[in-house]
């Protein structure tokens, strides 16, 4: 605070003003001239700004830890829907998302607007406009200077709201990601320029035709022959022998002259130049010029990853400055903020979406006249019914065959309990986003353990003295409790809620030793199996194509794959342990049973065989565990990728 306070009195007795640097200049061009004019940076900046306004901002209410209805008619949600009477939301965001690729910077104006529906108007000011910073204050300024053909506006800070990257000198600066290019830009300009004046200067021609010294000499008459011969039957687009094999005379030989692109790699100079732009701005070089070894699986990855892991940055740096001074500035209430939605881009395709709902709901839905609509039919009579097959229970889908009809001794105990009540039923699965927290806590163990444990791998791993078993076991332990203890308690309460039995007996108390040991064991099992991959890395040296053929592969592997089918896994024996535990708790004389449910396409034998299975919810199943996922009853081959599921019924 002393220093703080000796930098407040420092500067309050005198006014500083800033004078942006932020505009690259290369070869006698600026920044934005560079943009215009320089293929690799233009792909990149417009593919990484188009991409990121894209993803939608939407306003959202915190009602409650787990509702957070979206919200449409407050001040913020009305000037994202319509930023000002020229400018789209899209056009908005791509000119933010491009200034802060170019420049590290860009300044926004909020002024109100009596017109709008909002009541207020917001618009991007381009970098070039602003001509400096007044204050007297080091860490923001009080006033941004806006000059436009030769008009200078002083913009105070109640009225605009400014987005910068980082300087290491300046904290009211920004280091532009173009002055990190300079050198290669450079080069390309000047590359470029060199191949225009060969084709502006240099000879255009690809062969030619000797002639003999010793030979007789050519009259100008039997030159003006032979040229004119060559040109009607072997050159231009009359030529009436093109395509053949002219017959030369006097021992004459063609020559061929070809640019070899490889002498003067020029090619390898072109991606290299590519690679440093991608590089810059943290992006996979494939997404925007693709190799030759690029797949379809490893695109739709890539494609992933430029929203998870590339653009993610930059949208929530946008997000955080909206939500802490834009909110404020117009009014919006206190609950409520702005989030970009993702899933947009990353939800996967129609059909893949349509699988995942409709495995989750276990039924159809949609109904025949919404389907019709999607394939702009009309909709036909009776078609907004929802259609749910005889075989399709609620929450689950029944693969058993149809029962035969009863006989005539059975009708008596069918009519005592037909007015019976329906039993209530619940399927533990996870929530929407459990499994994806779950992998994301995978993820970032992964990526700390290969930057500790790759330096300090040689050659051979197979007795390695650098693996300490206790260390990552315990960190992983760490990482997923919090987690797993809060998911448990989520997915309890809603069992109970869903079952209509009082969860206000419910103790997490109880739970916090058991889904501690679940953590333990499970850290134990995904760090065995990382270790057995690391010690079989030899093994695998001479397939080009297995990714486990290295020991970074290995970490690439468990980042990618690995974490997503742990992080469901896991995601899916804490819901079955919770739902189980909650009953026990708070209906344990409820006659409750619970089901083995088989959600994944492709299952173990052994639990496809038990897809059905029926038990009291305090028996274990045929095969010892007492919820899918039970790693205290089943082997890790029985546990690992488990995607099973619980589901509880009372009578």
């Not at 700004?49 to 894209?54: F, G, P, V």
């Not at 941004?144 to 300087?167: A, C, K, M, Q």
């Not at 057995?532 to 020991?551: F, N, S």
Request: net charge negative.
């Amino acid at each position: 605070m002393a220093l703080l306070d000796g930098l407040r009195r420092r500067y309050q007795q005198r006014w500083y003003g800033w004078q942006p640097s932020f505009n690259v200049q290369v070869a006698n061009l600026d920044t934005a001239a560079l943009y215009r004019t320089q293929p690799n940076l233009r792909a990149a900046v417009s593919f990484l700004a188009d991409n990121a306004a894209q993803v939608p901002l939407k306003v959202h209410r915190r009602a409650a830890d787990d509702d957070r209805p979206r919200v449409l008619d407050s001040p913020a949600a009305l000037l994202l829907q319509r930023p000002n009477a020229e400018t789209t939301p899209f056009e908005l965001k791509r000119a933010i998302y491009s200034d802060m690729l170019l420049y590290g910077y860009c300044l926004t104006l909020v002024l109100p607007d009596k017109d709008a529906p909002s009541g207020w108007q917001i618009r991007q000011i381009p970098a070039t406009w602003v001509n400096g910073y007044n204050g007297n204050w080091p860490f923001a300024p009080d006033s941004v200077i806006v000059t436009h053909n030769g008009l200078s506006v002083e913009v105070p800070w109640e009225r605009f709201i400014l987005f910068h990257g980082y300087d290491p000198t300046d904290p009211t600066k920004a280091a532009s990601p173009v002055e990190a290019l300079k050198d290669v830009l450079h080069e390309q300009v000047e590359s470029n320029t060199f191949r225009r004046q060969m084709w502006q200067r240099g000879g255009r021609f690809n062969a030619y035709i000797t002639r003999p010294k010793d030979v007789e000499s050519w009259t100008d008459e039997a030159f003006e022959r032979f040229r004119e011969t060559w040109r009607n039957s072997w050159a231009g687009d009359g030529a009436a022998d093109g395509g053949g094999t002219p017959i030369l005379e006097d021992g004459m030989e063609i020559k061929q002259v070809q640019f070899n692109s490889r002498d003067a790699q020029w090619a390898d100079a072109k991606t290299l130049g590519r690679e440093d732009v991608a590089g810059v701005y943290h992006f996979n070089p494939a997404l925007l010029w693709p190799g030759t070894g690029q797949t379809y699986a490893s695109a739709k990855d890539n494609a992933r990853a430029l929203y998870n892991d590339a653009l993610a940055p930059s949208l929530m740096q946008v997000t955080d400055r909206l939500n802490q001074f834009l909110l404020p500035m117009v009014g919006e209430p206190e609950d409520n903020y702005i989030a970009y939605d993702i899933t947009i881009k990353t939800e996967g395709t129609f059909e893949e979406k349509l699988a995942a709902l409709q495995s989750a709901t276990g039924a159809p839905i949609l109904t025949r006249n919404e389907a019709r609509a999607k394939l702009d039919l009309p909709a036909v009579e009776g078609g907004d019914e929802l259609i749910t097959p005889l075989n399709v229970l609620a929450g689950a889908v029944d693969s058993a065959p149809q029962p035969t009809l009863p006989d005539a001794g059975e009708f008596a105990a069918i009519t005592a309990t037909k007015d019976a009540p329906e039993p209530k039923r619940y399927k533990a699965a996870p929530m929407s986003d459990d499994d994806v927290e779950m992998a994301v806590a995978f993820k970032e163990f992964f990526k700390h353990q290969r930057d500790v444990l790759l330096p300090k791998l040689g050659a051979k791993a197979k007795n390695p003295e650098w693996w300490n078993a206790d260390r990552w076991n315990a960190e992983l332990t760490n990482t997923l409790y919090p987690i797993a203890l809060r998911q448990c308690t989520t997915q309890a309460k809603r069992t109970l809620s869903a079952l209509l039995v009082d969860s206000s007996t419910y103790s997490e108390a109880r739970t916090q030793n058991y889904v501690r040991a679940m953590t333990e064991s499970r850290a134990r099992m995904v760090n065995a199996t990382t270790l057995k991959q690391l010690k079989e890395v030899d093994e695998w040296e001479g397939d080009e194509d297995a990714e486990r053929a290295t020991y970074a592969g290995v970490f690439d592997m468990a980042e990618d794959s690995r974490s997503d089918s742990a992080g469901a896994a896991f995601a899916c024996a804490v819901a079955g342990f919770a739902a189980t535990e909650a009953i026990s708790q708070c209906a344990s004389g409820s006659g409750a049973t619970k089901t083995w449910v088989v959600t994944s396409g492709n299952p173990r034998p052994e639990h496809a065989a038990m897809d059905g299975e029926t038990v009291p919810y305090n028996d274990e199943f045929s095969n010892g565990a007492m919820w899918p996922g039970d790693a205290d009853a089943l082997d890790v081959a029985d546990v690992a990728n488990c995607q099973c599921q619980v589901e509880i019924t009372i009578p």
